[in-house]
């Protein structure tokens, strides 16, 4: 009975063009990946923005710091696994932060949706209203339908309709919830707008940085930095499994803000501690994103997304049922509608060597697949060239 319920959904996601798989991948993370099967291909697909994943200082530092710590935390923060390697990286996170939100402390998790499931869940209480974009990612969108507070979403950027739903607003607290670079379009949000709404209605911002933190910012300090601004309203979130290119996450807020999470985070209290040795490891990436090394990166990141969008415009031109996501960030989506035509034109890439992902609903609206193409430091330019031919080959092949 559940079997023949499960594989009779199955077969309407087939029949829709909606059925995943999975890729085995053979080789480290980077642009050049060899699949199996597959073979080579030219990938366009990480959130390794920085090319930091496969960084051998990296990779050497988390052998340090599993020679120095062992395998394993052994148990949960408030248990005994929290080490002086998470203490450390917590203390540097938050150094990172103060210009932003004064006084900050951070607090580490394994990971970004579990981060989010804990924001969303311990500040949600029944006299909070959470105000939150329609694209949010799907871990605050969660987070927010499990929390017990009322939850009201604005369409995409629509600022002028969170006012209003701010205005009318009847709790004592509410916490506005923002994607800071939206993950499927690439856009960023006005977080000092956001920000200015915040202070007029008394309200608070939650930003989930997971695309803005190692990338955006002079010292790649994230999206805050970027935008300069400072506030004790700002609760932040960033990913250290992207730009970072290891794994985890963590918040940056007001001490009291983090203490409470502290004490009632379930997704925070009742999980194993990262590995020490990966908190060991994610200080010397912050070291490089900070440094000289992380500024190149950065500088490079942004040369590849210059090339890439002005081929990108010169396609669509030609192609004008498709269109360029306003995006200046790493991701930069091809909207081309259908399910069916992305899956197909991502197979063309294939067939040419290039691995470039289709995003179908649900996790696009319907009518907006797109091919999303994610680019990092570590490309070429000649490889961003290479995805240009080969996405103007497939044009001229197309009926
Ligand atoms: C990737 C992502 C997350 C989840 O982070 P993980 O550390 O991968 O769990 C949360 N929010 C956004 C916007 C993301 O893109």
Not at 90 to 113: V, Y
Not at 174 to 195: H, R, W
């Amino acid at each position: 009975m559940l079997i023949e319920h499960l594989n009779r959904q199955l077969l309407e996601l087939d029949a829709a063009a909606l059925r995943r798989r999975r890729r085995t991948v053979l080789s480290p993370c980077g642009p050049s990946q060899q699949l199996q099967p597959g073979g080579q291909l030219l990938a366009f697909c990480s959130n390794d923005y920085l090319g930091l994943a496969s960084h051998p200082e990296l990779v050497e530092a988390l052998a340090e710091g599993a020679r120095r710590w062992g395998a394993g935390s052994g148990a949960s923060h408030l248990v005994s696994g929290h080490s002086l390697a998470h203490a450390e990286l917590e203390q540097e996170l938050a150094r990172w932060l103060q210009p932003h939100i004064p006084a900050a402390q951070a607090l580490l998790f394994c990971s970004g949706f579990m981060a989010n499931l804990a924001l969303m869940t311990a500040l949600g209480d029944a006299q909070t209203t959470l105000l939150a974009d329609k694209l949010n990612h799907a871990s605050l969108i969660d987070g927010a339908l499990l929390a017990k507070a009322r939850l009201q979403r604005y369409p995409h950027g629509r600022l002028d309709q969170l006012e209003r739903l701010l205005r009318d607003c009847q709790t004592p607290l509410k916490l506005i919830v923002t994607d800071a670079v939206f993950s499927m379009d690439g856009d960023l949000a006005d977080l000092p707008e956001l920000l200015r709404l915040a202070e007029a209605y008394d309200a608070w911002v939650v930003i989930d940085d997971a695309h803005g933190f190692g990338v955006l910012g002079a010292q790649g300090h994230g999206s805050l930095e970027h935008f300069g601004l400072c506030s004790e309203r700002l609760i932040y979130m960033g990913t250290l499994g992207k730009a970072a290119g290891l794994s985890g996450a963590f918040v940056a807020a007001h001490p009291t803000v983090i203490e409470w999470l502290l004490q009632r985070a379930r997704s925070y209290i009742y999980t194993t501690a990262l590995p020490p040795a990966l908190a060991h490891a994610l200080r010397a990436s912050l070291a490089l994103i900070e440094g000289p090394p992380g500024q190149q990166r950065r500088a490079r990141l942004q040369d590849n997304v210059a090339q890439l969008r002005a081929g990108l415009a010169a396609l669509v031109e030609r192609q004008p049922a498709w269109s360029l996501a306003q995006s200046p960030t790493a991701i930069q989506p091809l909207i081309v509608g259908g399910n069916d035509l992305a899956m197909r034109l991502s197979a063309a890439l294939e067939a040419q060597g290039l691995w470039v992902p289709a995003i179908r609903p649900p996790t696009v609206p319907a009518g907006t697949a797109r091919l999303r193409i994610t680019l990092s430091a570590a490309h070429e330019p000649a490889q961003i060239q290479r995805l240009l031919d080969a996405l103007a080959a497939t044009l001229e092949s197309q009926p």
